[in-house]
């Protein structure tokens, strides 16, 4: 466990994992979570990426083990986000990183590569939008006026276990997976939910996409909505360096639901580019 504290900012709290030979510089690799969850959520991707890559999994500002923003309008932000994710890669000792990010994650990486390029070595999207649509708005709306309403009148676990049902895991999935998902997503604080709704019924990384050079990943399911599969021919026509994947799905926590095929091919990728081996007999 590791924590990076800042005069007047919000302690971040991140999670190293690291089975690498110990007289190898290995690579970091950079796990961030996406909306209401944790670093906790990569916990299937561990032991397929350790073994070659410095594993980062951080926290974002008001979740996870990361403080809570005494003024959440202010200091949490897409600008705030990139701020600490910045900072993170710099406690590490600088870049360039790997950086995978998974839904909002994912957005956030999008505007990192294309607003601080020396930062990323590669980036990888998994399930990564460009924009959360307004079918998806209404969808997390559950029946309430708006998105917002709907967290404050079910809170936070309530509605995920909604949000679970809807469109995030398929039928006969293990309940088991779906309690520990809605568990730990019902540990968020709802106002910070509420917060970060805002942010990703906003945020829209088109204009960034042509900025970006650094080589990307996208990870896809094949079955995705129409809106999803009109965003990646967004990123197919604006990103330079673009190779996608698409898995046997069409739910959106795909990160969740198969992480061994996920974790190797974010690892095949990543060593790619560096030029490692990254098997072993």
């Known amino acids: ?4 504290e800042r005069r007047g900012q ?3 709290h991140y999670e190293i ?3 690498t030979d110990p007289w190898r510089d290995a690579p970091f690799l950079i796990l961030q979570h996406g909306y209401g969850r944790s670093g906790r959520f990569w916990y299937g991707w561990v032991p397929y990426l350790s073994r070659f890559y410095r594993v980062v999994r951080p926290d974002l500002r008001g979740l996870g083990q990361s403080d809570v923003p005494a003024d959440l309008d202010r200091d949490v932000t897409v600008e705030r986000y990139i701020e600490d994710l910045v900072a993170i890669i710099d406690a590490l000792g600088g870049g360039p990183v790997h950086y995978c990010g998974e839904s909002l994650g994912g957005i956030l990486g999008m505007v990192l590569a294309a607003t601080h390029p020396d930062e990323l070595r590669t980036l990888s999207l ?8 307004t079918d998806t708005q209404k969808t997390f709306a559950f029946g309430h006026p708006s998105w917002q309403d709907a967290l404050r009148a079910m809170g936070s676990r309530g509605w995920a276990e909604a949000a679970n049902s809807a469109t995030r895991f398929p039928a006969g999935t293990d309940p088991a997976l779906q309690r520990w998902y809605a568990d730990e997503m019902g540990r968020s604080r709802v106002e910070v939910l509420i917060r970060m709704s805002r942010i990703a019924s906003s945020v829209d990384a088109t204009p960034y996409l042509a900025r970006i050079r ?3 990943l996208g990870l896809y399911p094949a079955q995705a909505p129409v809106t999803i599969q009109t965003q990646e021919q967004a990123l197919r026509q604006a990103i330079k360096d673009l190779t996608i994947v698409h898995v046997p799905s069409r739910f959106h926590t795909i990160q969740n639901l198969m992480p061994a095929a996920l974790a190797r091919q974010v690892l095949y990728f990543a060593a790619q580019h560096d030029g490692v081996a990254c098997d072993e007999p």
């Open 1 to 4: 466990m590791a924590t990076l």
């Open 10 to 12: 919000p302690t971040l």
């Open 17 to 19: 994992d690291d089975f």
């Open 126 to 133: 998994v399930a990564a939008p460009v924009l959360i649509n």
């Open 214 to 216: 650094t080589p990307v």
